[in-house]
């Protein structure tokens, strides 16, 4: 299945309300008001879902497979919308914690090489994350950008998990069953900032936390069987990821190539922690996936991300991700 969250307007304001929506073909079905009509009433926020666990993914499934196979049902519920009259948003607006990896050792052997620095045998340990700021997401559409975040900014391509029921010190080998589905990060970064906070041995902060844009779709992990390559630490996934600026294509990767598995980085992040249903968990930048490690490695020259410009992070099966960046009112 793929969960969006939606307004049926093009702009918010008091008139607008967020809503739960699955993509069906070129449809989005609102899945509380098509719920209703099966006797299995889902909420209309994607948190609250994910907190009523397995129940609430089997109505959801059902909603889908009526939905597919009657083209007229929920129609008089006001519950199908073409996909292309609706405004997306993140499809968990506002997570419940948002931790970002650092699982793609090409990334990270080309930053440190870049700034004249050997590999850090502890990458090999363990996996490390951070916390940033899960107040500040955003799904497709404009990035709004303060002056001070023009000086380098950068975008960074990813692909993110959703965790989708409670648990601690959770195993890498029970860890997949937490996640709700999978969808693509773009850790938009204000270097200049960054690298200033980072010479004190903290942060990154100001750098990050002014956006961090997931989306367009929570694609679950059904969806991705035929992609899907197990393995003892957990699922790797065989998936095409590519970031391009106004048309350009800059990165190419593909999610397979993570050192850490997202099941390893669970584990991490759960001990003796609780994770709840809607944390957000990115999995780092892949290879190549941001102008700091292309310029750094002389692929491109001094290219940052300007006012106006558009980027799309995509990665197959779950989408494309577009934000253009506008200057903040």
Same mark, same amino acid.
């Given at each position: 299945?793929?969960?969006?969250?939606?307004?049926?307007?093009?702009?918010?304001?008091?008139?607008?309300?967020?809503?739960?929506?699955?993509?069906?073909?070129?449809?989005?079905?609102?899945?509380?008001?098509?719920?209703?009509?099966?006797?299995?009433?889902?909420?209309?926020?994607?948190?609250?879902?994910?907190?009523?666990?397995?129940?609430?993914?089997?109505?959801?499934?059902?909603?889908?497979?009526?939905?597919?196979?009657?083209?007229?049902?929920?129609?008089?519920?006001?519950?199908?919308?073409?996909?292309?009259?609706?405004?997306?948003?993140?499809?968990?607006?506002?997570?419940?914690?948002?931790?970002?990896?650092?699982?793609?050792?090409?990334?990270?052997?080309?930053?440190?090489?870049?700034?004249?620095?050997?590999?850090?045998?502890?990458?090999?340990?363990?996996?490390?994350?951070?916390?940033?700021?899960?107040?500040?997401?955003?799904?497709?559409?404009?990035?709004?950008?303060?002056?001070?975040?023009?000086?380098?900014?950068?975008?960074?391509?990813?692909?993110?998990?959703?965790?989708?029921?409670?648990?601690?010190?959770?195993?890498?080998?029970?860890?997949?069953?937490?996640?709700?589905?999978?969808?693509?990060?773009?850790?938009?970064?204000?270097?200049? /900032?960054?690298?200033?906070?980072?010479?004190?041995?903290?942060?990154?902060?100001?750098?990050?936390?002014?956006?961090?844009?997931?989306?367009?779709?929570?694609?679950?992990?059904?969806?991705?069987?035929?992609?899907?390559?197990?393995?003892?630490?957990?699922?790797?996934?065989?998936?095409?990821?590519?970031?391009?600026?106004?048309?350009?294509?800059?990165?190419?990767?593909?999610?397979?190539?993570?050192?850490?598995?997202?099941?390893?980085?669970?584990?991490?992040?759960?001990?003796?922690?609780?994770?709840?249903?809607?944390?957000?968990?990115?999995?780092?930048?892949?290879?190549?996936?941001?102008?700091?490690?292309?310029?750094?490695?002389?692929?491109?020259?001094?290219?940052?991300?300007? /006012?106006?410009?558009?980027?799309?992070?995509?990665?197959?099966?779950?989408?494309?991700?577009?934000?253009?960046?506008?200057?903040?009112?």
């Amino acid at each position: 299945m793929k969960f969006v969250t939606f307004l049926t307007h093009e702009t918010l304001d008091d008139r607008d309300e967020q809503r739960l929506g699955l993509v069906v073909g070129k449809e989005v079905i609102d899945l509380e008001h098509a719920s209703k009509d099966l006797g299995t009433p889902l909420p209309s926020e994607i948190i609250a879902f994910l907190h009523f666990g397995e129940p609430a993914m089997l109505a959801a499934k059902k909603v889908e497979e009526v939905a597919m196979s009657d083209p007229e049902m929920f129609k008089e519920k006001g519950a199908r919308h073409p996909l292309d009259r609706v405004r997306l948003l993140a499809p968990v607006p506002r997570p419940s914690s948002m931790r970002d990896g650092y699982a793609f050792r090409q990334h990270v052997e080309a930053a440190r090489r870049n700034r004249g620095v050997e590999m850090i045998p502890e990458f090999d340990q363990f996996p490390v994350f951070y916390f940033t700021n899960h107040q500040a997401v955003i799904g497709p559409g404009p990035i709004e950008v303060m002056p001070e975040h023009l000086n380098r900014l950068d975008f960074e391509l990813e692909a993110a998990i959703v965790i989708g029921k409670q648990g601690k010190n959770i195993s890498a080998n029970k860890a997949d069953e937490y996640i709700a589905g999978y969808t693509i990060m773009n850790d938009w970064s204000a270097r200049a /900032l960054q690298m200033e906070e980072m010479k004190l041995s903290l942060g990154p902060a100001k750098g990050k936390d002014f956006a961090t844009a997931i989306g367009p779709y929570l694609v679950t992990r059904d969806e991705l069987s035929s992609h899907r390559i197990s393995g003892e630490h957990g699922e790797r996934y065989d998936l095409t990821m590519t970031a391009s600026m106004n048309g350009k294509e800059y990165s190419r990767g593909n999610l397979k190539d993570m050192m850490w598995t997202f099941a390893q980085i669970i584990e991490r992040a759960s001990y003796g922690v609780t994770l709840y249903p809607g944390d957000v968990i990115g999995s780092g930048t892949v290879g190549t996936g941001c102008f700091l490690e292309l310029n750094g490695s002389k692929i491109t020259n001094n290219l940052w991300v300007q /006012l106006g410009d558009t980027v799309t992070c995509a990665i197959e099966a779950l989408g494309e991700l577009t934000n253009t960046v506008v200057a903040a009112s």
